[in-house]
């Protein structure tokens, strides 16, 4: 079946319909007020233990292959190995592999080392290229982290050597997995663990959960004469990757975030984060997930998209502020650096969907973009974008030499883009090189060859997969509040009502106001006063983005928002602002 296009332009877009959440019956404590009750339950909180976000809440270690794994690190600290740690290199994988550094060597260890791949170089996860590379190091024991469930080649290889091999991922396994001493996966076939959300950071700091109570157990601590680590103090780190990686915040996810929250804003944290907190220029005090994924992650990413997150990794190990503000600045170079390769490849993108798909009203339900002169280290955000304005799947490839194109794709809910991925690779064997992932997020390889084919063959599957209705798109809405509830108490309040994130989304409502004023400011952001009772009370708000070929336009009087509460500091005054997610003329 084919879809057809309803989104060919910014103000088609702009228009997607509001649904309000239905109101969810709840056992939650009446000392709660009425609207965070409403806001709770509908996000699935409906009992009051689901609001304990103490420390004390966290499910206990449980995963198939930990206690494998724990016994293989007990052996290595008792004999000092050579402990390599193996990451990846975006923001998960630079906290994972900083987080089994500091820990690991808090609990004893006196070589432990880490290694992130190059992207360009190397490409993604454990390879034999790889181990070649842990070989020179002296590596007895690799540990991979946010990878190595896909490694199969890279495993065989160091066993090969007589590495003992930990793998560490929270990626899902395919038909085949390495064949690795120990595999500690909460998404692995026979692990019963609960949370299936985790991020590679959490998958990490479980296995540092399991062995500090191990090593406790055996007395390790004391013949050491050395105090067992305070897990707590890891938690920024646990909470920065979790956020950056986008990953569900099911109740565990949002305990370990909270906690990580808590110790930024009480200044309990490490050099490195501090330097980005500062670099961002954000307000350390009142800190929030969204902070983490929009200014501190992006940072760090940028190092692993254009460098190497050996930079990030160093930066995050650092016990020196004013060594890791260095640090940190160079990242924030890479950020903009990185800013502008997207927008030029955004840009290059949507004019070539403009010219070769949508002048016939129409796009496929799935998109394969390419260009010979992308950069491989930002394709996966040009397909996230792509992916934001025409709501349908997308995956975007750049050249990575030797005939070879590396791709990163990005999903809508109702596609889970792996499953896909491994429906073509069976429907066409060879087609795809390898390919690895999850359900709004995969990469993948092809040769040039191939793109064709496979552009052929993922819409074809798409196809299958969806309705016209899964690709409309719409907006979900808390409802409309009242006049007396759009003020700054409320938007206090809901700021440190999260953590918000992906699958608990930040409280998001709609209404009808009256424009009093709207003025362009920066090329494209709309500022806008706003009254919702026919002027009696002003609001300022403001629209990114917007529709230049719409606004500003004085003739319109009154507009549909779909928009959150924030707060805008300025020169110490906080204010209530509306930040407009969907701006409709009526």
Sequence with gaps: MSATNNTTTDSARSRLPIRRRETVPHQLPGDLSPILQRLYASRG????EQ????????????????????VLLEQALAEQRSILIVGDFDCDGATSSALMVHGLRAMGAQRVNYLVPNRFDYGYGLSPQV????????AELLITVDNG??????????????MQVIVTDHHLPGEE????????????????FPSKNLAGVGVAFYLLLALRAALTEHGWFGKLGITAPNMGEYLDLVALGTVADVVALDENNRVLVHQGLQRMRAGRLRPGIQALIDISGRNQQRLVATDLGFALGPRLNAVGRLDDMSMGVACLLSNNLDEARKLASMMDELNRERKAIEASMQHEALASLTQVRISDGELPSGLVLHQDDWHQGVVGLVASRIKERYFRPVIAFAEAGDDELKGSGRSIPGVHLR??????????????TKFGGHAMAAGLSLTKAALAPFKAAFE???????????????????GE??????????????RFAGPWGQAFPEPLFDGEFRIVQQRLVGEKHLKLVLSPDEGRTVIDAIAFNVDLSVWPNAAIRQVQLAYKLDVNEWRGKRQLQLMVEQLAPL
């Design 51 to 70: 609001l304990n976000l103490q420390a004390g809440a966290l499910l206990k270690p449980g995963f198939k292959g930990m206690a494998e794994a724990v």
């Design 149 to 162: 469930i896909s490694s199969i080649a890279g495993v065989a290889a160091a066993r090969a050597v007589g």
């Design 177 to 192: 997995i390495p064949d690795a001493d120990a595999i500690v996966n909460p998404n692995q076939h026979g692990c019963d």
């Design 481 to 494: 509040l009242a006049v007396n509830e759009l003020s700054l108490e409320l938007a206090e309040q809901l």
């Design 460 to 478: 074809q599957v798409v196809d299958e997969w969806v309705s016209p209705e899964l690709l409309a798109g719409e907006i979900l809405s808390d």
């Design 419 to 432: 499953d896909l991925l491994e429906t073509i690779n069976s429907r066409h064997p060879g087609l795809i």
């Design 45 to 48: 909180l409906v009992r009051p």
């Design 131 to 138: 181990v070649e590379e842990a070989i020179t190091l002296g």
